[in-house]
């Protein structure tokens, strides 16, 4: 069965920072694209950033560059979105993603999301 655990999401001032993890299990994680997506207030989901995890490229959606980092630890099975100069349009529900093939959603996989507050 696969799992995806995400968890890291807390309240934080604008420009703050927070590292999400994401620990993944019942699938080959080395041979996976690995991704983040977020709520948006009223929309449906945004893609945030993807990586895959055999050579570690990644790509990130222009609302983050810059700000957001994507990394993985293959021996841990755990994906990484450190998030720093925080802004409170980035407040939602932000979700680990994998998928086999795809680097953007739909993905095949979705966890259960943590919560990331930015407000001062």
């Known amino acids: 069965e696969v799992q995806l655990l995400e968890s890291g999401g807390d309240l934080v001032q604008p420009g703050g920072s927070l590292r999400l993890s994401c620990t993944a299990s019942g699938f080959t994680f080395s041979t996976y694209w690995m991704g983040w997506v977020r709520q948006l207030p009223g929309k449906g989901l945004e893609w945030v950033s993807s990586?895959?995890?055999?050579?570690?490229?990644?790509y990130y959606a222009d609302s983050v560059k810059g700000r957001f980092t994507i990394t993985r630890d293959k021996a841990k099975n755990t994906l990484y979105l450190q998030m720093d100069s925080l802004k409170p349009e980035d407040t939602t529900v932000y979700y680990c993603?994998?998928?086999?093939?795809?680097?953007?959603?739909?993905?095949?996989?979705r966890g259960q999301g943590t919560q990331v507050t930015v407000s001062s």
């Open positions: 993603a994998a998928d086999r093939y795809r680097y953007q959603p739909p993905y095949t996989y």
């Open positions: 990586l895959y995890t055999r050579d570690g490229s990644s």
